[in-house]
Nanobody, 125 residues
Framework: QVQLVESGGGLVQAGGSLRLSCAAS????????MGWFRQAPGKEREFVAA????????TYADSVKGRFTISRNYAWNTVYLQMNSLRPEDTAVYFC??????????????????WGQGTQVTVSS
């Protein structure tokens, strides 16, 4: 079973930055995709960003494009989400997830099979 652990969430004022991490066991990511999603109370879980582990192809939700950056560190088997220019509407629990899909970048919830426990991000106005 794949285990994913997010960290780095916290409280930040609007306009500030946070860096989230998603760590997994060795070779968990392989050549598949890693994604970030978020969910606020009363809302559906929504796509944030994704990238192919063994490559540099990335994609972002329109709401975060230009503000968030997804990246990875091979040695530590870790995926990151750098979040800049944060807004109150970014407040949510952020999850990292893995997809076994090969080809186009998966952006839908059902395209991912393993999920982390989530880390809370709160942006104050």
């Amino acid at each position: 079973q794949v285990q994913l652990v997010e960290s780095g969430g916290g409280l930040v004022q609007a306009g500030g930055s946070l860096r989230l991490s998603c760590a997994a066991s060795e070779r968990t990511f392989g050549s598949y995709y890693m994604g970030w999603f978020r969910q606020a109370p009363g809302k559906e879980r929504e796509f944030v960003a994704a990238m192919r582990w063994n490559g540099d192809t990335t994609t972002y939700a329109d709401s975060v494009k230009g503000r968030f950056t997804i990246s990875r560190n091979y040695a530590w088997n870790t995926v990151y989400l750098q979040m800049n220019s944060l807004r109150p509407e970014d407040t949510a629990v952020y999850f990292c997830a893995r997809s076994m899909q090969w080809g186009t970048i998966p952006t839908q919830n059902h395209e991912y099979d393993y999920w982390g426990q989530g880390t809370q991000v709160t942006v104050s106005s």
